[in-house]
């Protein structure tokens, strides 16, 4: 009797709370699925970008001859290297701009628009700049001058060659990828917070096998990829179509755009001059005049422009100044530009890279690492690198979702979900804050944020609406990817 007393007034253990760990559920269950569903487009982005980072070291092999000239002890004037450009192109596309051979041994491309070419092509005919041979003549891509293989990979990359469409595909990637990498790093601190053996978080473990294995080289293999990672995810946003105007109405706004060249005349040089209106509407035609191209380049030089990669622009119109930009993107960055009025060969207007403001220089090297052109070869090598790294991190997290899968029965099973029902743990001011969060984001990055608030809706609603199971629930990953 007194036995049974004491069982029934003994003092029960106090209740698990519920609550604690749902961040860590959370995240756990946004990796497992964002990794699941949008593992496809991270894979396609990342092995396309491995790809696109190997060409610039191509092309000069694949180009060899468009690209190269033997080097003579003189070269002729930018006019008769222009001249020879245009009879092989003759009335079947208008003279836009002249890149001089930047090196000796290098060749002159005189850029033309062109039927069937895409937005941002024009027609590059390469010229040798010691005899004005004909080189070559192939279509280029944007202010990089891609030639087509780069070209090629550059638009599969991008859009999958989809054109707007297929852009969904790249700013999915680049968001989600971010979203991934941060969630897996937060539960990389929740594990190593628990590990014995800490050095182990950043290794693969030895000795280990089957899924240990595999999850050994996902999770310290993402910690040395995390800010590489989130590097690409935020330089690629910049890119898409959603999201990156939102950047650029952003960078306005703070007054971090990119200064530009004013082309617009004043004074003598203007449409009240009738001479010099007519002298710089021909040149704009790419007909006559051409000697101004030499004119011009050499006032530049004495002004701002240092460097051989430079891009000469004629006047889009007689109210319109010449442009000469240099278009060294590599280390040290030369992107000054002048404009000049194409009578007189007074400057009407000059840009310095100098005088950029700070996040407009740090998006032009953003940008520019992130294609590769900044420090040349190491700088290629690391993206080929990151991205194969990346490329593996989702094929790990597919081999550990197989071999997580029940092996019992004999029907084929996929693996166990992460564990669900985080949301529904969750404090109202957590729930609260991960929609908030969200559709800060939303407002931001719209194709990130809203698919993010509808996973985290989706996942509250159909945990609510299950039925509670009597049975023992079938074991569950825990935060540091272990089934329990």
Known sequence: MTATIDRQTAPEPAPRDRRRGWFAQLLLRLHFFAGLLVGPFILVAALSGAAYAVTPALEPLVYAHELRAPVTSSTVPLAEQIAVAEDVVSDEGELVAVRPAPNP?????????????????????????????????????????AMPIRSAVDQFHRSLGLGDFGRLYSELAASWLGVVALAGIGLWIVRIRKARRKKEMLRPEPGAKGYRRTFSWHASTGVWLLLGALFLSATGITWSQFGGENVTGLRAALNWQTPSVSTTLTGGGGPADEHAGHGMAQAAAGVDD?????????????????????????????????????????FPTEVDAVAIDGATLEVVDRVDFADYPFMAKLARWGIDTHMGSMFGLPNQILLVVTALGIAAMVVFGYVMWWQRRPTTGRRMRMGRPAPEGALAKAPWWGLAAVIAVGAVIGWFLPLLGWTLVAFVVLDAVLTAARPVRSATPAPAMTTDGRSR
Do not use: C, H
């Open 105 to 145: 041994g290098d060749t002159t491309r005189v850029m033309f628009t062109g039927e069937g070419l895409g937005e941002s092509y024009t027609r590059a005919i390469f010229v040798d700049p010691g005899t004005a041979e004909v080189r070559g003549d192939l279509p280029v891509y944007g202010t990089s001058g």
């Open 290 to 330: 051409l000697g101004a191209f030499d004119e011009v380049l050499a006032v530049a030089q004495t002004v701002n422009v240092n460097t051989g990669l430079v891009e000469i622009k004629p006047p889009a119109d007689a109210d319109s100044a010449w442009t000469v930009t240099e278009i060294q993107r590599s």
